[in-house]
Nanobody, 126 residues
Framework: QVQLVESGGGLVQAGGSLRLSCAASGRAFSSYIMGWFRQAPGKEREFVAAIRWNGFHTYYADSNKGRFTISRDNAKNTVYLQMDSLKPEDTAVYYC???????????????????WGQGTQVTVSS
């Protein structure tokens, strides 16, 4: 069992930056693929980024490449999402999620993630 708690959301102007954190409790954090997803009002939840258990492999949605950076600190049981050059269309509730094991080919598949946080709101003003 893993509990996930996101933090770091807020209101920022376009072009600004935010760093989201997701603290995990429970065991074997380093055994999980960690992902970030987001859901904008009136839209379906979508994949943002994922990181493999060892932190050496990352994957991003095309819309975020070059602007977002996912990282993790297994010693602190925490995964981060650094968001730069934010755009109004990045406005959404951001969720972190955990996928047990190393099925890296499922890194962008929501259904593969078993544990989810409660979400943190990110609002980007124009």
């Amino acid at each position: 069992q893993v509990q996930l708690v996101e933090s770091g959301g807020g209101l920022v102007q376009a072009g600004g930056s935010l760093r989201l954190s997701c603290a995990a409790s429970g065991r074997a954090f380093s055994s999980y693929i960690m992902g970030w997803f987001r859901q904008a009002p009136g839209k379906e939840r979508e994949f943002v980024a994922a990181i493999r258990w060892n932190g050496f492999h990352t994957y991003y949605a095309d819309s975020n490449k070059g602007r977002f950076t996912i990282s993790r600190d297994n010693a602190k049981n925490t995964v981060y999402l650094q968001m730069d050059s934010l755009k109004p269309e990045d406005t959404a509730v951001y969720y972190c999620a955990a996928q047990y094991g190393d099925n890296w080919f499922l890194r962008a598949s929501q259904n593969a993630y078993v544990y989810w946080g409660q979400g943190t709101q990110v609002t980007v003003s124009s």
